[in-house]
């Protein structure tokens, strides 16, 4: 237990279950793992020479910078500060390519990402792909040879169940796997070989349609939601995976786009719901990263005025049973890293016993190393109980990610 005083108060928060962090996918990955045939086009880095094309994109160019480049088919992507910031002041971040030995070691070595955890007082994390991979697998996906795109997938899987959450990983590294998204067939099995491996939280998208693949309204998705509820696999679903930034203009500078960055979180929310996904298959479990919760009471009480609205209007085309609020309590959990807001009106959300914390690790809005001062924070502002503070900090996660089956049970 960590005593903090906040202001002119004292508050005692536990060691964080931090449920959203990052891991830098290392560079020997895929070149230890795929045979001799996809020596050329696997995913692979190169130290070369460029500059940033886009917003990761990489460009060779001799007169540019040192950059360390993932290359993958003909996708080139660079290792940028932004994604492996943890170490570095916010006022030393910028838009910079950096190479491996400039980052923290913690973000791709096992060992050392233990130590930064214990340094910031977090027992487990669950930690989400990074650069080549995005934050579901969506560079796989693109992959013009699809055998090569699910081994890619299956070797990633691999490498997290067996090697990251590994050894001394155990029960403080969660394993967090993907899935082959153009294929939900695919999809179901290797769920289901993950889970047999002993992983059971997948990531998912915010919006399949965005990426080119069926809406999960067309029921398309089935197979792999089975899947899950099956094999109790928690459905990940992390800001940025549909491959789209909200922008309130094209012109918007980091700080415009920030505010609005949980927009596809809520559609998502409301195509899991409005659906139906929840109501057939009543043990899902569905985990959003990253996206905070202030939003969640009004868009929980927007779609259950609408659906009372259906006794008025049989048209109104949302067919669940009951109303929609009823299916996200249970079964929905949010995760925020500085949403005061959404505490406080937790009540009229999700509820106090569906919140998680997160550090985001090593992100450059990670609260690494002072996440339980931040923590501290919130809970004083506002005003958790005993209860709710241990809840927040490692109850929910638990009852999220049925941690007891890696050893954390309190």
Request: one cysteine or more.
């Amino acid at each position: 237990m960590n005593t903090r005083t906040v202001g002119n108060q004292i508050v005692k928060v536990p060691n964080i279950l931090s449920v959203d962090d990052h891991v830098m996918e290392p560079p020997d990955l895929w070149t230890t793992r795929l045979p001799e045939q996809y020596r050329d086009s696997l995913p692979h880095v190169v130290r070369e020479k460029g500059q940033r094309v886009g917003k990761n994109l990489w460009q060779a160019d001799e007169e540019g910078e040192w950059a360390d480049v993932w290359h993958f088919e003909a996708i080139s992507v660079c290792l940028t500060m932004e994604l492996a910031a943890a170490g570095y002041s916010q006022g030393e971040l910028t838009q910079k390519a950096m190479l491996f030995e400039e980052m923290r070691r913690g973000c791709y070595i096992q060992k050392e990402r233990l130590a930064d955890m214990t340094l910031d007082h977090v027992d487990a994390s669950v930690c989400f792909p990074n650069v080549i991979s995005r934050f579901c697998g969506q560079t796989f996906s693109e992959a013009k040879d699809k055998d090569l795109g699910l081994l890619c997938v299956q070797a990633y899987n691999d490498w997290m169940i067996d090697e990251w959450c590994a050894g001394d990983g155990r029960g403080r590294l969660i394993p967090l796997t993907m899935i082959p998204l153009w294929d939900p067939e695919l999809a179901a099995v290797e769920i289901r070989r993950c889970a047999a491996k002993g992983s059971h939280a997948v990531a998912f998208s915010e919006s399949p349609f965005a990426l080119g693949y069926d809406s999960v309204n067309t029921g398309a998705w089935n197979p792999f939601f089975a899947a899950c509820d099956e094999t109790e696999t928690t459905v990940c679903i992390h800001i940025g995976s549909s491959s789209r930034v909200a922008e309130t203009s094209p012109d918007a500078k980091y700080g415009e786009i920030s505010p609005v960055s949980y927009q596809y979180g809520m559609h998502s929310l409301v195509d899991i719901v409005l659906s139906g996904v929840l109501e057939r298959y009543p043990t899902l479990r569905i985990a959003y990263s990253e996206a905070n919760i202030g939003w969640m009471p009004y868009i929980m009480q927007r779609m259950d005025i609408l659906w009372d609205r259906r006794k008025r209007n049989p048209h109104g085309h949302i067919a669940l049973k009951d109303r929609p609020s009823s299916y996200i309590r249970d079964r929905i959990y949010g995760c925020i890293v500085d949403d005061a807001v959404g505490v406080r009106t937790s009540e009229f959300g999700i509820g106090m016993d569906k919140i998680t914390f997160e550090s985001d690790y090593p992100h450059g809005a990670s609260s690494f190393p002072n996440s339980i001062d931040l923590a501290a924070d919130i809970c004083v502002s506002t005003k958790l109980s005993d209860s709710e503070i241990y809840n927040f900090m490692r109850g929910n996660a638990i009852r999220a990610f049925r941690l007891e089956q890696f050893g954390v049970s309190a």
